[in-house]
């Protein structure tokens, strides 16, 4: 597998950024971010993410509601009015090294959602020093949503999937 | 990019096996080995992979020089006859996820190098219960040989490549 | 608080040693372990030290059941005969730092239960290259049992005290 | 060593508190911070007081550097007019858990110097969710400045000294 077949995250789509902290500890022996750490700087990103997406659908359900005059039994009729939890596994991931970070300089990671299916989200990452600028990493993700019962796939609640359209 | 693309290690050529220790902290709120973590245990499935390379290497270039009866200059004439270090930068990495770890029983990590090019290693991984076993992940990463004082790719050098050949 | 006074432990009364493997990126930029890191390995050797705990446990349990001829019932009235789970948090911890570990080479985490009061299991621990040998690090740490439905102290069940003494 | 005795962090002398973001890794199986984390959390505390104790002396002497009217070499004569690199090592590290910290939410980490004698500065910590607010964790570490080509302790410069007398 080529480095340029990793993946190909698409920076220029991305409007979803949020600042991560480089930990002095994120540095190896080589003083470089070490390269398991952009995936945790993807799953930062990711669980800004997925908090966003939970936080306009419940703003969108209110309104929903609201608009519905008189009427707050809409709002909890609505799949998922109160956000729940998404519950999901990570299936596939993948990061092409740009360039080191070498210090403590906060950075940018951006997120975007590049694909759904059925019961899956297919993320693209950036990791910038300011959003779209100096590029150090891309990423994918593959998550999967499962009931949290059995661990087992199961078809993403119709609330994300709209909230997700809604963010793309 | 669908899970089934993301890698295609074979775990079944996959020779070179260590063990790694689960440590508890580890383990996510979701109690597994979070998907960050496996990129760890690639990189310490690469670093007993190389250092077993440049044993293998410092063993046969011993042999050699013990075979040319009366010379130990042969040894040194040899390149990287005292298997010097083999600077590179990680371009790129993948995972794939099959099934968690939820515990902290010990794993073994198969590395391979599956192709070799002028300046790059490409590597495959498996994250197993035991050698070919019951499997947690599969990876790949694919390293940079680079000229430690400017950072700049340069080719790989030949002590490295018949080492890399003779454990393929 | 002075070096000296964070803590006292005596590595020549500890019994109970563990490898830990060394992972490359728990080098900090320095080519050292980072200082919290010392942590996880204490950690490590108390999560060993607790499985033996239960182990021992249960093969005493096992004996004391199986010479109370035909008695299988003695075994499962005895308090904690299936070794349950012993629930707690970690109140305090401290280590010094006698010298950098500054490379990959497995290392031995030593343990012992120090002192034991109603609800408090205190212990100390000492990170060295062999049982005994090269002091890289010595610690403390103050665990309390809780409750896990309330997450409040509680009385140490009376077969961990047992276990323990029985280990010191 | 009694919880009560591991440290003394007295949170009210705190003046200086930074932000440090909780990640999804940080949280360990039981949902909480891990512990060793916690001296992450104080490892960037310290590292922004750091940066700012020589961002302050760099201040102080250009100020002083400009008041000596036509003089760039004063700046240059004073110690540590650039505000050079204070290397030191961890010698120790206490942390006293207060509560767990059981999700996302930011904290913010306090540092303050504590004594400073020939080689050593001694320093407090808290974290907590708000600066002197809730209090999840006390911490007390002591470094040892260090001559970087040898590894051995020696006296703190003169700027350094300057430097924590003023952020006191």
Not at 21 to 39: C, W
Not at 75 to 83: M, T
Not at 115 to 144: F, K
Request: charged share 20%; glycine share 6%; aromatic share 8%.
């Amino acid at each position: 597998m080529s480095r340029e077949k990793v993946n190909s995250a698409d920076v220029a789509l991305i409007r979803f950024w949020v600042p991560v902290e480089v930990r002095y500890s994120d540095l190896d022996a080589q003083g470089h971010v070490n390269n398991a750490t952009f995936f945790t700087y993807f799953e930062q990103g990711r669980v800004a993410f997925f908090a966003e997406l939970r936080a306009r659908h419940s703003e969108h359900s209110e309104h929903t509601a609201i608009s519905e005059e008189g009427s707050t039994s809409a709002q909890s009729a609505l799949p998922g009015a109160d956000a729940p939890d998404l519950p999901f596994v990570v299936a596939s991931a993948s990061c092409a090294y740009r360039r080191p970070i070498a210090g403590l300089a906060p950075v940018m990671v951006g997120v975007r959602c590049s694909r759904i299916t059925h019961a899956t989200i297919e993320m693209e990452y950036a990791v910038c020093a300011t959003p779209g600028g100096l590029l150090y990493a891309t990423g994918t993700t593959s998550t999967v949503s499962i009931d949290p019962a059995t661990g087992r796939p199961r078809a993403l609640p119709a609330w994300a999937r709209l909230a997700l359209e809604r963010m793309s």
